[in-house]
């Protein structure tokens, strides 16, 4: 989830996790694990956080994927955070449990934490990540009931407006299906002002 532009957009999530078709090419483990967990969780940074747009976006992503996991990390110790976090509660994301002693992860890869205690460490590379800093808090991200009740009656609203916009009538008239005069007249005007 990289924002390469400076516009207030973010990636799109994929539909989903991908379904493997052929399983007969996929390595066979001689272990019989008792329980498998798949899950999904999504990093944000504090640049991702900044805009409203944003904000409501992974408002949006948190209603429609329940399921998943959504977590925001920032730089331990900064003031900037306490007015990050009343931002993100302003717009109906509660960041209820915050998890300390996370550090980024030497690999290339973006947005990949690891967590371990600074008095616990086992190998050299955990010192020096220790040394490089910074120091990272986790925040988990979950709607506040009063914006899934929001969320919940806008897409009721708008599936119930799409639906009351089909001029078509089936009920009982000339030849079984009738035209809403009305409903027609919106439906042509909606159609004309999407072609300007």
């Not at 989830?1 to 996790?17: A, H, Q, R, V």
């Not at 409203?52 to 429609?64: E, G, P």
Request: net charge neutral; proline share 6%; hydrophobic share 35%.
């Amino acid at each position: 989830m990289n924002l390469k532009n400076t516009k207030d957009e973010l990636p799109i999530f994929p539909e989903g996790l991908p379904i493997i078709e052929d399983t007969e090419d996929l390595p066979t483990l001689k272990l019989s694990p008792d329980k498998i967990i798949i899950s999904a969780e999504h990093v944000f940074e504090a640049k991702e956080v900044r805009s409203v747009s944003n904000i409501a976006q992974i408002c949006r992503w948190i209603f429609n994927y329940p399921e998943r996991k959504f977590y925001l990390f920032l730089i331990e110790g900064i003031k900037e955070n306490r007015d990050l976090i009343y931002n993100i509660e302003k717009n109906g994301i509660l960041a209820s449990t915050t998890e300390r002693h996370f550090y980024k992860h030497p690999s290339d890869q973006p947005k990949d934490f690891i967590r371990f205690h600074p008095n616990e460490i086992e190998f050299d590379w955990e010192r020096e990540i220790v040394q490089k800093g910074p120091k990272y808090i986790r925040l988990e991200l979950n709607l506040s009931e009063r914006k899934r009740r929001e969320l919940e009656i806008k897409e009721k609203m708008d599936t119930e407006r799409e639906a009351d916009l089909n001029p078509l009538e089936i009920k009982p008239n000339f030849m079984g299906i009738g035209i809403d005069v009305n409903k027609a007249l919106r439906w042509v005007k909606k159609l004309f002002s999407r072609k300007k």
